[in-house]
């Protein structure tokens, strides 16, 4: 499946081949018309990522044998390698980001429902959480995605109500 859009760097059109525009970059299509939109109105982004479900793990490598119990009742945890001092194991990703890094600081009165502010390297981020577990456990992945597509329909709206950026300098 394509999850990505491509956005011309000079009219902030969203197109289907990159390949056919030089001055393009590659955007997530859930949240390419956000990223358009925001760029037009003079909100200039560097990254976003519309959120994705995805079965992920993040692997560590030797981690000290005290918490080796521990980690073996962790549902999100698999046991990969046990040494005589210590042990290394996958951690299962339990959540995705929606985001925008703009490539400098802004302020806004209120954020989309759901975002909140991310100090990131003198720019300004947004960002949303969307957990794949809640406190019955892992949550269905049509639940999931319909949360990410509802939070970024909200993320749209909010930029559709952003005025033009007008710099002050």
């Known amino acids: 499946m394509d999850h990505n859009s491509i956005i011309d ?28 939109l925001l760029n037009i109105k003079g909100y200039k982004t560097y990254a976003s990522c519309s959120g994705h479900y995805k079965l992920e793990f993040y ?3 030797d981690c000290d044998l005290s918490k080796l119990e521990e980690y073996s009742n962790d549902k999100r945890i698999i046991i990969k390698e046990v040494r005589n001092n210590s042990f290394d194991y996958w951690y299962e990703v339990s959540n995705t980001h929606i ?8 302020k806004f009165d209120e954020l989309p429902d759901g975002f909140e502010y991310i100090n990131y390297d003198n720019k300004t981020c947004i960002d949303c959480t969307i957990n794949f577990y809640d406190l019955n456990g892992k949550r269905l992945r049509r639940d999931v995605e319909c949360e990410i597509e509802e939070k970024n329909k909200i993320l749209k709206s ?3 109500k ?3 950026y007008e710099r002050n300098d």
Do not use: M, N, T
């Open 59 to 61: 692997e560590y490598f």
């Open 158 to 160: 909010w930029v559709d």
């Open 162 to 164: 952003l005025p033009v």
């Open 9 to 36: 760097k000079k009219d902030y059109k969203v197109y289907k081949h990159a390949e056919d525009y030089p001055l393009a970059f590659i955007c997530d299509k859930l949240i390419a018309p956000s990223v358009s």
């Open 99 to 106: 985001y925008i890094l703009f490539s400098s600081i802004y």
